[in-house]
DNA sequence: CCTGGGTGAGACATTGCTGTCTCATTCGGG
DNA sequence: CCCGAATGAGACAGCAATGTCTCACCCAGG
């Protein structure tokens, strides 16, 4: 028995990944576990929610690690992270969404924590004079987190072929739709 | 008296844009109007949601009509483009994230018409040499969606000036975060 | 001055989800 | 074998939002 909570945690990323309004019964069912059992885990849906983030959270900060954001040139860190986060995409899509409904409420430290890490990550890419300077290293974090989603959707709905999902994000968000100048 | 569908439905955009699950009575205090007014002009909240699809979309086709999308370069028609659609950024985010609750519903006629419109403007940007080749026009498609979901969330939060919105959609989506070769 | 359409306020039942509880069952360790 | 912890199934009340309805009101046009 003794449920694994963490596996509990994966398979409600999933479902709420693809439907994000779904009850805390369809969660539990798509957990292969009762309502009653899924309570025992989470106080309630806030609960899981804030596991959720916890989790997303310290995915984030793993790939971060990962990837050695502040090793080497600044595009190939992002290419790195890119892939190193793209199991978590999801997750993240669904987190990102979610976030906008807190309005006011203060975000969680861990999430200032990885704002910083990617704005870092930007800035030095522009301090080395790899990236332009005209697009802000916030706006660049907010960029990424919405192509992840976007990414993410369109993964989900069979618009792009998964394997391409870190080519298509990374190369789009460093070089662009335009055609590069022969080198 | 007789309210004003039209203005109702802006100021029903403008709030689920700041908070996608408000309530209809918080809906139709915004508006200025009672609950039973707004219930009288719009059945339900489903029939909410659909009339602002149907504002979303034909804004949307405002946009693509105003843009000229099929003249010129089609990074200037994207350019032109993302200026036309960007009073509409706030309630494209909000239908953007709506639609991935409809799960396998068939999604509205309308949007497959823009999806091939920007699809189209995006091909024909890689016919004419333009656009580079490895990046699907769909890919393109949805990350320009991605991104205005995030560059309008990242101004209502205060992170991007409004004034800057336009440049920075534009721009990351066409050149990318490289700095360009000196031409 | 009337009259009627449009409105606001509020009551009401309904619905769907939540959170809590109980009870029987099962499974694993001692 | 026996016991206890964990679970599943279900009952139950509470709650928030919805959808419907009634009634009083107001104001513009006849």
């Known amino acids: 028995m003794a449920v694994d909570r963490d596996q509990v945690l994966r398979s409600a990323a999933a479902l709420l990944t693809r439907k994000a309004t779904s009850t805390m019964d369809e969660v539990a069912r798509a957990a292969g ?27 984030c900060e793993a790939a971060l690690e990962a990837a050695r954001a502040d090793e080497g040139p600044a595009a190939d860190a992002v ?40 704005t870092e990550l930007f800035r030095r890419g522009q301090e080395s004079g790899e990236f332009r300077i005209d697009l802000t290293p916030v706006w660049l974090t907010e960029a990424l987190y919405g192509l992840l989603a976007s990414g993410a959707w369109a993964v989900a709905e069979g618009r792009v072929a998964r394997n391409d999902f870190t080519h298509m994000i990374a190369e789009l968000l460093l070089g662009g739709a335009l055609r590069r100048e022969e080198p």
């Open 33 to 59: 576990i009762s309502r009653a059992t899924l309570h025992r885990h989470f106080a309630g849906r806030d609960a899981l929610v804030r596991a959720l983030e916890a989790l997303g959270i310290a995915e």
């Open 79 to 118: 290419r790195r992270l890119v892939r190193a986060i793209e199991p978590s995409a999801g997750l993240l899509a669904f987190l990102y969404t979610e976030n906008q409904l807190f309005e006011g409420e203060e975000q969680n430290r861990g999430w200032a924590r990885i704002d910083a890490g990617l």
